[in-house]
């Protein structure tokens, strides 16, 4: 079963935002079904079968700070 998971971010501009879409969108069909991305709000929801430590090591690969907020 897919979850939501919403993580805090640290983006300052598109490539930011570009470097963590493409990270996740690397999983797309091993476990992560979709991505959203808010540059202003710095936010990143996930619906994800994998577990929120799983996909922070996967956002933190990007050097950006990030933080786990919860699921929605």
């Given amino acids: 079963m897919s979850t939501t998971h919403i993580f805090n971010v ?7 935002s570009g470097a963590v879409d493409r990270v996740l969108g690397r999983l797309k069909g091993q476990g992560v079904d979709s991505v959203s991305i808010s540059l202003p709000e710095q ?3 996930v619906t994800s079968t994998l577990s929120s430590d799983q996909l922070l090591e996967v956002i933190k ?11 929605e």
């Fill in 10 to 16: 640290e983006m300052t501009c598109e490539g930011c």
């Fill in 61 to 71: 690969k990007t050097g950006k700070k990030t933080t786990y907020v919860g699921t």
């Fill in 43 to 45: 936010k990143v929801s």
